[in-house]
């Protein structure tokens, strides 16, 4: 396909927001011995600095993927004349190590225009061949807000023998079909669109491809169904979950005298934490074949297939069966579409079937407690591989408060000129806990300090001392954390009265991870001797569709007491925006100034 612009010139208010124009083509050709090769054909003309980004060039590959070719030029529309030629060499190699990954063979050459001149011109040309069609590429016709879409071409080739499904989202056209010997090519084509903004993923126009055959280093099944392509999962796992004996001995010491299977499980999960770490590894089909069993105990090491693989060898040897399973993880990850049978996964956990509950284990983790996966995983679709191949269940959804709840208790000592020193216990449970214990783990401590600054919320703070408290042995986590601060300007003093408005901490959308929240929050000021309440807001209790919030207030002692409940159970179906008036509304409340006369 040769590309040609369309005479165009922009107009002052075009040039605002329209950055660049593009000529977009992508064939996919796949062959009978299950090799995927892409052709891509980019022309991008930049009108300004910010249409820089839509002409870089990045190319991924790995074991599997080659670059077989690249060519392209970069020209100036005005003159027609050619810049620069640009070859293979021209592109920047470098490892797409990902974080906690050291073994991973994933690479990305690119090249990044920088210039100052403008209209420019971009035009490339690639073709990589992929040994194995697992995955195949995803046509998204429109790739870049603010960027002219003049034509985008997609077509696929295939063997009829090999199969093939698609599923278009967003965009109405029927492809054109065309038969030939043992072959089928549909294409598709878009031209003049334009996208203001980045559309939500719900809303972005793209089709998705699946084989019904495929095959990857030997290793071939029916990708058609769930258990088609659970099978293919069964013989990548095949014969990794043998233990070693010195293994097997260890197994029967931890559960030695331990009658109930819960036990057994959650001191084997125990031992897991313990003594191995997670790596990820992404080399080759170890990119999507576990290590075995054996691999792990030695290495004392594993990616998330490896230790739920030795998970699944430890309780196999403890008498307890378990699944292999497959999963979209991430706290923002989309869906599985269960009407759409391909490898949507990017993660694996464990399934644990027992006579009267189900137990998930999450293998990566050293801080959840056995039976609880955290927002990571909950309530997804995800693929259990089991002797007949792999059915689609659903993790859990922890759709109750008693899964994400939050008490604070806070003692302010009053001090000259406005100032306070605070000592507060921060209990979070389940959901809650999540931040405190994953960035406590994971971060440095200057790192960990930056955050709980953030989530405390007082403006002029110093922390002087705090400890945290992790408790797994639980159904949940639990963290406790206890700081000793100081506060700058916590109340304001006048020669006839003191003002204070109470610190409760702010309830954010980021808090209802699973679209409940219990959170309950007292305050104690001492230091009123001789202080008298002149104006404070009356005691609330208030009930709504969406929420539950009460406060109440007692001055005794010298010792003003505050206390504040909130109770927060959206649907699924909630919007964002509903959920936002909502927390404007509890931090209205929550803002209720108090007056005591001196």
């Known amino acids: 396909m040769q590309f040609q612009f369309p005479a165009y010139s922009q107009t002052k208010i075009e040039r605002s927001f329209i950055y660049s124009q593009a000529e977009l083509s992508q064939v996919v050709e796949l062959t009978s011995n ?5 052709t891509v054909k980019k022309k991008i003309r930049v009108f300004n600095q ?21 060519r392209g030029e970069i020209t100036d529309p005005k003159t027609g004349k050619r810049i620069d030629r640009l070859k293979k060499k021209d592109l920047t190699d470098v490892s797409r190590i990902s974080n906690m990954s050291i073994y991973e063979d994933s690479r990305i050459s690119y090249y990044e225009l920088k210039t100052g001149r403008f209209p420019i011109e971009v035009e490339w040309e690639y073709t990589t061949k992929t040994d194995g069609n697992v995955g195949l590429p995803i046509w998204r016709p429109a790739p ?29 056209e029927s492809p054109k079909i065309t038969h030939k010997v043992g072959i089928t090519q549909l294409e598709w084509e878009l031209k003049d669109h334009f996208v203001l903004e980045e559309p939500d993923e719900e809303d972005e126009i793209m089709i998705k491809f699946a084989p019904n055959h495929f095959s990857m280093e030997g290793y071939s099944s029916n990708m058609e169904t769930w258990k088609g392509f659970g099978q293919w999962i069964q ?33 084997l999960y125990q031992y897991l934490q313990d003594n191995y770490r997670y790596v990820s590894i992404q080399l080759g089909i170890g990119g999507l074949m576990p290590m075995s069993a054996t691999e792990v105990f030695a290495m004392k090491y594993g990616d998330c297939k490896g230790l739920s693989m030795f998970m699944k060898a430890l309780l196999q040897e403890a008498g307890i069966p378990s699944n292999y399973t497959l999963v979209k993880a991430g706290e923002d990850a989309g869906e599985v579409e269960a009407d759409f049978s391909s490898n949507q996964f990017n993660h694996v956990i464990l399934q644990v079937p027992l ?23 909950m309530g997804r679709n995800v693929l259990v591989i089991n002797e007949e191949g792999g059915a689609l269940q659903s993790t859990p959804k922890y759709n109750s408060t008693e899964f994400n709840q939050i008490t604070i208790n806070s003692q302010f000592s009053l001090l000259e000129n406005g100032n306070a020193k605070v000592l507060q216990t921060k209990t979070m449970t389940g959901l ?63 020669r006839k009265r003191i003002i204070i408005t109470p610190k409760f901490h702010k309830v954010n959308s980021r808090d209802i991870r699973n679209h409940f929240l219990h959170w309950e929050e007292k305050l104690n000021i001492l230091n009123l001797e001789g202080m008298e309440i002149e104006s404070a807001a009356p005691d609330l209790s208030l009930s709504e569709e969406l929420f539950e919030y009460e406060r109440v207030l007692l ?14 159970h959206f649907s699924e179906e909630t ?22 006369k001196k």
């Open 34 to 38: 299950f090799e995927v090769i892409l």
């Open 50 to 70: 910010d249409g820089l980004d839509h002409a870089y060039i990045g190319i991924f590959h790995d074991e599997f993927t080659s670059i077989e070719k690249f």
């Open 144 to 172: 870049n807000d603010h960027q002219r879409v003049s034509s985008s071409y997609f077509k696929i080739i295939y063997p009829n023998h090999l199969g093939l499904r698609y599923k278009a989202e967003n965009i109405g």
């Open 235 to 267: 013989k990548l796992n095949k014969g990794k979950s043998v233990l070693p004996e010195k293994a097997k001995t260890k197994v029967a010491e931890l559960i030695a005298g331990r009658e109930k299977e819960v036990e057994k499980i959650r001191v």
């Open 355 to 377: 006579e009267k509950d189900t137990v998930w284990l999450e293998c990566t983790s050293k801080t959840l407690p056995a039976g609880f996966l955290g927002d990571f995983t």
């Open 432 to 494: 809650a806990a999540q931040p405190y214990v994953n960035r406590y783990f994971w971060q440095d401590r200057e790192d960990f300090e930056k955050f709980i600054y953030h989530d405390l919320g007082y403006s002029g703070a110093h922390i002087e001392k705090y400890d945290l408290k992790i408790d797994k042995m639980k159904n949940v986590p639990i963290a406790e954390f206890e700081h000793e601060t100081f506060l700058q300007q916590f109340y304001q003093s006048t």
């Open 555 to 568: 001055f005794e002692a010298s010792e003003l007491k505050i206390g504040r409940t909130v109770n927060l």
């Open 575 to 596: 919007e964002e925006e509903d959920i936002d008036q909502v927390l404007k509304k509890i931090e209205k409340l929550d803002s209720q100034p108090i007056f005591l």
